[in-house]
């Protein structure tokens, strides 16, 4: 009996996978893959309230505002800052994906949000995927859907090591036996090697580039390993002495001096994690390597970097980008499965005998 209702529940409902992102938000529907892939961006008429864009419009409005709109990234640093506008976002984005259909039943959601939130924090998750027309909603920590995406072997007696370079944090677990063992959640990631670029500009060449120009020279010609061609780029800032506009040509000499404090911190923050990682965990990790996920793994030069300090070699998942949507689109297909490795709310856990 149980299988057949399953078999109309799937029939007649849009399981959904959900990587709420500080930079990106991604939406995975089950037999369908990723169906949604914009920036966390939300732009607000101020004078209204009134959500004006979402996704890719936003995010290129940010910075041209007039005074009245603003662009809102309602994710900072891995946690929900906007509620509001949060859930205003994931209801956008999941009405698009299943393109406005109401369902019978509820999408079941799989949510992947940053290891070491706090339980208020998971709780104004699950209410804004709620609110948003979620039947179920199942949280899963971010690494642990990213290893799931690289198809770790992360239920086995084995040690995986996760890092996930994203906008706002990078996280890095050590994942065992379906749990996260030794993890670590750090505030530098892709939004600070941005914001790296714009104060190395303005203090080398006393000129102001804006984020989107910034973002570019970071993808462009961000590298943090001398590559084989010099790669430069122009790019256009008002001169902060003239105050008039002015046009400078960057190397990646220059990105990489820009971000080398970030790469310290953020290797000295691996470095910790091995410390306290158990022996047995450590030798498979020497033996099968680190894994990397998110935006900040696309940084140039980032894995030779990484295994030249710790002496580890580095892989680097095959889309960085997807890796935690599609993730929680495996946990969707065996919710049962992989039940214990979902977080439960302490108000949500049956009594203790
Ligand atoms: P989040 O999970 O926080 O939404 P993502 O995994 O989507 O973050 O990664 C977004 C970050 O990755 C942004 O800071 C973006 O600039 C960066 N990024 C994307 N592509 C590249 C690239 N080719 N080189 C360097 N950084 C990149
Ligand atoms: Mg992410």
């Known amino acids: 009996m149980a299988g057949l209702k399953e ?3 799937r029939m007649l409902s849009h399981d959904i996978g959900i990587d709420l992102g500080t930079a990106n938000t991604l939406v995975y529907m089950r037999g369908r893959g990723i ?6 961006v939300v732009a607000v008429n101020q004078k ?6 979402i996704g890719t419009e936003a995010k290129s409005m940010l910075g041209r505002t007039p005074p009245h709109i603003v662009a809102i990234r309602p994710l900072v640093e891995g946690v929900i800052s906007d509620f509001e506008v949060t859930e205003e976002m994931v209801s956008y984005l999941l009405e698009r994906a299943t393109h406005g259909s109401r369902k019978l039943w509820g999408p079941r959601v799989v949510v992947g949000v940053p290891s070491g939130i706090t339980n208020v924090e998971i709780r104004a998750v699950r209410d804004a995927a709620r609110n948003a027309g979620a039947g179920e909603v199942h949280i899963i920590e971010e690494p642990m859907a990213a290893a799931i995406g690289m198809r770790l072997p992360i239920m086995e007696p084995v040690g995986n090591m996760v890092i996930d370079i994203g906008g706002g944090t990078s996280d890095i677990a050590v ?7 030794r993890a670590k959640n750090l505030r530098i990631a892709g939004d600070r090697f941005t914001e790296d670029i714009i104060s190395y500009v303005r203090n080398q060449f006393k000129i102001l580039i804006g984020e989107k120009t910034a973002e570019m020279v970071k993808h462009g010609i961000g590298a943090v390993c001398p590559m084989d061609e010099p790669l430069e780029m122009a790019v256009k800032g008002r001169d902060l002495i003239t105050g008039l506009p002015k046009e400078v040509i960057l190397t990646d000499t220059d990105i990489r001096e820009a971000l080398s404090p970030s790469m310290e911190s953020l290797i000295d923050s691996t470095r910790q994690v091995l410390e306290s990682t158990p022996p047995e965990i450590l030798s498979d990790i020497i033996d099968r390597g680190i894994f990397l996920a998110g935006g900040g793994a696309l940084i140039k030069g980032l894995p030779e970097l990484i295994e030249l300090e710790l002496g580890i070699p580095v892989h680097v998942a095959i889309e960085p980008l997807t890796a935690v949507a599609r993730g929680a689109g495996i946990v969707l297909e065996d919710l049962q499965g992989f039940g214990d490795i979902l977080i439960q709310n302490e108000d949500e856990l049956p009594p203790k005998k």
């Open 35 to 40: 169906v949604v892939n914009e920036p966390s």
């Open 7 to 9: 078999k109309f529940r």
């Open 175 to 181: 994942i065992s036996l379906g749990g996260v063992v």
């Open 48 to 53: 209204t309230g009134q959500v004006v864009a």
